[in-house]
């Protein structure tokens, strides 16, 4: 369950990276971990042992659900730990269905830059010929897109605040109807 004050905490904690990430092109640490910190001692307070626990699941699955698309260089750091600080505050259940809703928005924000540079035609026929040229040759034969070079660095924040702001919002709506 989600609670008013959890809702809060998540909307001034997305609206302040979303605006660091456009500004600045980065999340800063000092605006993540104290809101995992937070998260953990909400949670500590609220529910003792079973809230940290609670809390601290949240947080590592936050991290875990981006942290191979760093590694892969698909977005920064800070939009890592910003899904482990929701993670903290919302526990695991919820900040995977936050993940789900944030991976939903990213790809229709990941669809409308390729299409503003000129760039989603190109990028479909490689995903189509990619998998197709596997099955003949036995082989991936993937290609970086030409357009990678033009293309502006994604501000993942805005998907992630987005995502799960439409899912807190959501699930309160349903939960007070």
């Known amino acids: ?11 001034i904690l997305l609206v302040v990276a979303v605006i660091f990430d456009l500004r600045e092109r980065r999340v800063p640490n000092w605006l993540t971990f104290p809101f ?4 953990l001692a909400y949670h500590l307070a609220a529910n003792g042992f079973t809230g940290l626990l609670f809390s601290v699941q949240g ?6 659900l981006l942290i191979l698309f760093y590694a892969a260089g698909g977005m ?6 910003l899904m482990g600080a929701v ?7 919820h900040v995977l269905y936050a993940f789900v809703y944030s991976a939903l928005v990213g790809g ?8 503003r540079y000129s760039a ?28 990678a070079n033009k293309l502006p660095r994604m ?23």
């Open 87 to 93: 993670g903290s505050v919302l526990g695991p259940v």
């Open 36 to 39: 995992m910190a937070g998260g």
């Open 1 to 11: 369950m989600i609670q008013h004050s959890q809702a809060i905490i998540i909307i």
């Open 108 to 115: 229709i924000y990941s669809v409308v830059v390729l299409y």
């Open 76 to 81: 920064g750091a800070g939009d890592v730990k």
């Open 120 to 147: 989603l035609r190109s990028s479909l026929e490689r995903c189509v010929s990619a998998p197709v040229d596997f099955l003949r040759t036995g082989h991936w034969l993937w290609s970086p897109s030409p357009a």
């Open 155 to 177: 501000c993942y924040a805005v998907a992630i605040s987005l995502g799960t702001g439409i899912y807190v919002l959501r699930f309160l709506l349903e939960a007070g109807s």
């Open 59 to 64: 947080l590592a699955l936050g991290i875990a």
